[in-house]
């Protein structure tokens, strides 16, 4: 069913494992997040280059997973295990993508999302290195660390509260960040993201699902800076609608067409009996 510390433990070890991982390797990876966030600025004028540094600082960072859970944990990793790896990529990637989509369509058809022409190829390759960055370093901490740690001991509802909490207020550190962003980030994108792991148990279909927002439609991120992707759109209208300074994810048909699929997400891991037990029933 998952893989938190296995019942036959002693309860001080199963509850000072997920301490001890959100305190040393949730550290550790906020740290290199950090870091990683900072080679984005120093490569911007270098896409090419971006995107081999990202891809190099994820595969290190998803290396520091797995040692510390089978060196410190004693366990097998199987959260990033490679079996299925492309298959749940590419699945995260098309919901993202259907979702984004959706949004647009729903703006356009309403007069405020218009589009006036099509950028170079090369306006994609910032988005796919802030996708690898984001992508890898926030699902490794939300979710395979702060959600699992937090699910092990008070069960998957606190855990999904928990790291959707953290992961949508987080983002007011954004520069065009808003409290409303900041709410709505923590109800649709928490609720998806975590939805999305306990599904399979995998993070590989959480990793693939926010390329598209910039490469594709030219979408602020997040209260992030504003970066042109491939189609030229002009972005107009109450911010209600369209997410305003912060970008789709403030707007409500984001908060809507999101947090539907996060409940059915939710309820296909029920059924599949993902969903965890705090420690005292179990």
């Known amino acids: 069913m998952s893989d938190t510390s296995a019942p036959d433990q002693p309860l001080w070890l199963r509850v000072v494992h997920p301490l001890l991982r959100l305190i040393v390797l949730g550290g ?14 120093q490569f911007d004028d270098r896409p090419f280059v971006s995107i081999v540094v990202q891809l190099g600082l994820a595969l290190a960072a998803i290396a520091l997973y797995v040692a510390y859970g089978r060196l410190i944990e004693r366990r097998e990793v199987t959260e990033v295990s490679t079996p299925g790896i492309g298959r749940e990529w590419a699945i995260g990637a098309f919901i993202g993508v259907g979702l984004y989509t959706a949004c647009a369509v729903a703006l356009m058809l309403l007069g405020h999302y218009r589009v006036e022409g099509l950028n170079p190829v090369a306006f994609v390759l910032p988005a796919v290195a802030l996708a690898i960055k984001s992508g890898v370093f926030e699902e490794l901490i939300f979710r395979g660390v702060l959600h699992r740690s937090v699910e092990s001991v008070l069960g998957s509802w606190v855990g999904i509260l928990a790291s959707s909490f953290v992961f949508g207020f987080l983002h007011l550190l954004n520069p065009a960040a808003t409290m409303t962003g900041a709410i709505y980030i923590s109800i649709e994108a928490g609720l998806l993201l975590s939805a999305a792991y306990m599904v399979t148990r995998r993070l590989w279909l959480c990793m693939g699902w926010n390329f598209v927002q910039e490469g594709i439609y030219s979408g602020v991120v997040s209260g992030g800076p504003a970066e042109p992707g491939l189609l030229k759109a002009v972005i107009e209208g109450p911010t209600l609608l369209t997410g ?33 037990p705090p420690i005292w029933k179990r």
């Not at 550790?28 to 600025?41: C, D, H, K, S, V």
């Open 28 to 41: 550790a990876l906020l740290q290199f997040m950090i870091w990683a966030e900072g080679r984005l600025a």
């Open 244 to 276: 305003g300074s912060f970008g789709m994810e403030q707007s409500i048909f984001a908060l809507v067409f999101c947090t539907t699929t996060g409940v059915i997400l939710l309820m296909i891991a029920a059924r599949r009996r993902h969903l965890v």
